[in-house]
């Protein structure tokens, strides 16, 4: 739903010529164009079973096992494969049935019924009430689930028998359907939940359904899933009998364990492993992402960044290209606008033409320069953070530092802890003393109305204080506007605003990286990956 954090370190002077060199790692360019660069959003499934699939998490090791709390790439990507959602997130973004199928009757009603075959791994069955209880609990206060928003509008939830239930919505929502494939809508065991209390943890574990039982999580070292030999849907059970997660955020010894075989795979590994991972025996493929990288702004309403002249002037000042091709050997897209383009589901003229509008995305030293003078350079110096261990965090600061300076701009640079960067987007207290700040994260579902609706006046990562009654009023009408064409063009209107007022700087969307060794194959390559049970059909190649 929103973060990323990784790995190692690679500083560079922040010109474009060291930005290049710095990318490579040292084993030569690794630039590539769009031509050369292969995209697909699914492998062709392993056939031949593995003992033991060891995979790296470059985000580090996960903080919860707990579904309620999948919204970033660590607990994410091994929650897909224990706990289920009702329905499933295909790689192409579309859903199908998964635990249930999900009728949609009309605007706000919404018929569940439960595939009588599903089981959790204790062999009880998949109930309505544990649909409900698991829905009902991701919307209580006090668990703090990320998730709660997009249940907001849920009015009531009756059940008819042990398979079904009817959700009724207080008001039309395309956020609740859209994220019916999420952990939003994964069901947790009732029975176990309550009596765990809080769970998800090393120590309690978790109680789902999906193909891949928890069977370690040695704190420190690794999480070990195995195969679910009775698993309810023969068609999704696991090819090979076990998954070891690895949570090695050093990019360089990561790197040459994936080229000597002892990391099985990896997805979004640091782009500075590139170069040595494409002359390996291994694969390395790329699909689709609806991830988002640039810069953000933070309290724009006093201090060096509180002139829209200067945050123009920056925003014109950044080496655009320099970027995508330097520190993300160009397996990335400009971006113009706060949400990607892949994530436009629907109507796609609408959001192209107000693409082709909005002037960003491009350098113009001239027109910066021309900025600052007429606002007049800020006397405090504009402080920059990012997560130090991240080859791609430090290279875009140095790059940004140095646009900056080019235009009369004094930009300090705040490397941060993992734990520090992490605190900025929840804790304003961790931003006091901080202008602007590195900021990437990802949508569930191709859907732009449910990322924007963070970043209203009340949203929980409006780190900007951004207050606009228009902006919010456009957002949360988008939310229940049925109609795409019309909730298009809401979004497009509030996503002017947000432009206009450069909140966000916009820099690159990166494309999804998945890492396999050599005769291994099978994984999900798409975004799809976070919400879906990738690692079910990864196996081996007949005759390798």
């Known amino acids: 739903m929103y973060l990323r954090r990784a790995s190692s370190i690679c500083l560079a002077a922040g010109l474009t010529v060291a930005l290049a060199s710095c990318a490579g790692g040292g084993g030569g360019s690794t630039n590539q164009t769009d031509d050369e660069i292969e995209f697909t959003d699914i492998t062709p499934a392993g056939t031949v079973p593995l003992d033991e699939i060891v995979w790296n998490l470059p985000y580090g090791e996960p903080t919860s096992l707990d579904p309620a709390f999948s919204s970033s790439e660590s607990n994410s990507a091994i929650v897909g494969n224990l706990c289920e ?48 209880f698991s829905m009902e609990r991701l919307r209580a206060d006090e668990l703090g689930s990320s998730w709660a928003g997009v249940l907001s509008n849920i009015a009531s939830i009756d059940i008819h028998d042990e398979r079904a239930l009817t959700i009724k919505l207080s008001q039309p929502d395309v956020l609740f359907a859209a994220h019916l494939a999420t952990p939003a809508a994964v069901v947790v065991q009732k029975e176990f939940a309550e009596a765990a209390g809080e769970f998800g943890s090393a120590a309690d574990g978790v109680m789902c359904s999906g193909p891949f039982e928890l069977t370690e999580w040695n704190i420190g070292q690794d999480v070990v899933l195995t195969k679910h030999q009775d698993y309810w849907n023969p068609e999704g059970a696991a090819v090979s009998e076990s998954v070891r997660f690895t949570f090695n955020t050093d990019a360089a010894s990561a790197a040459t364990a994936m080229q000597n075989g002892e990391i099985t795979g990896s997805y979004n590994f640091p782009v500075s492993a590139l170069s040595s991972l494409m002359r390996s025996d291994g694969s390395v493929t790329y699909g689709t992402s609806l991830g988002l990288y640039g810069i953000m702004t933070i309290n724009t309403d006093t201090g060096p960044l509180s002139d829209v002249k200067i945050r123009e002037a920056l925003e014109l000042a950044i080496d655009y290209e320099g970027i995508r091709d330097g520190v993300f050997a160009s397996a990335a897209e400009v971006n113009k606008t706060f949400t990607p383009r892949s994530a436009w589901g629907y109507s796609e003229d609408i959001f192209q033409a107000a693409w082709d509008e909005i002037q960003a995305g491009v350098t113009d030293l001239d027109r910066a320069k021309a900025l600052v003078e007429e606002a007049g350079a800020p006397s405090e110096t504009i402080t920059l953070s990012y997560y ?107 996503q002017a605003i947000y432009a206009e007022n450069r909140i966000n700087f916009p820099i690159v969307s990166q494309h999804n990286r998945l890492f396999m060794a050599d005769g291994v194959t099978g994984a999900v390559v798409s975004q799809a990956f976070y919400y879906s049970p990738w690692a079910a059909k990864v196996g081996g190649i007949d005759g390798e």
Do not use: C, H
Request: hydrophobic residues 40%; aromatic residues 10%.
């Open 388 to 494: 130090a261990d991240l080859p791609e965090d430090a290279q875009v600061a140095a790059s940004v530092q140095a646009s900056a300076k080019s235009i009369g701009l004094d930009v300090e640079l705040k490397a941060q802890t993992a734990s520090e960067n992490l605190a900025m987007y929840f804790d304003a207290a961790a931003r006091e003393g901080i202008d602007m700040m590195i900021w990437a994260g990802y949508l569930d579902a191709p859907e732009p109305a449910a990322y924007y609706q963070y970043y209203t006046t009340d949203g929980v990562f409006n780190v900007a204080g951004f207050n606009n009654a228009e902006f919010d009023d456009l957002v949360y009408t988008s939310r229940g506007t049925i109609d795409d064409d019309e909730r298009a063009t809401l979004i497009t209107q509030a």
């Open 85 to 132: 959602s009702l329905l499933l997130q295909n790689p192409d973004f579309t859903t199908s049935p998964n635990l249930a199928n999900v009728e949609q009757t009309d605007d706000v009603t919404f018929e569940v019924q439960i595939d009588e075959r599903a089981v959790f791994w204790d062999g009880t069955p998949v109930t309505a009430d544990d649909v409900k």
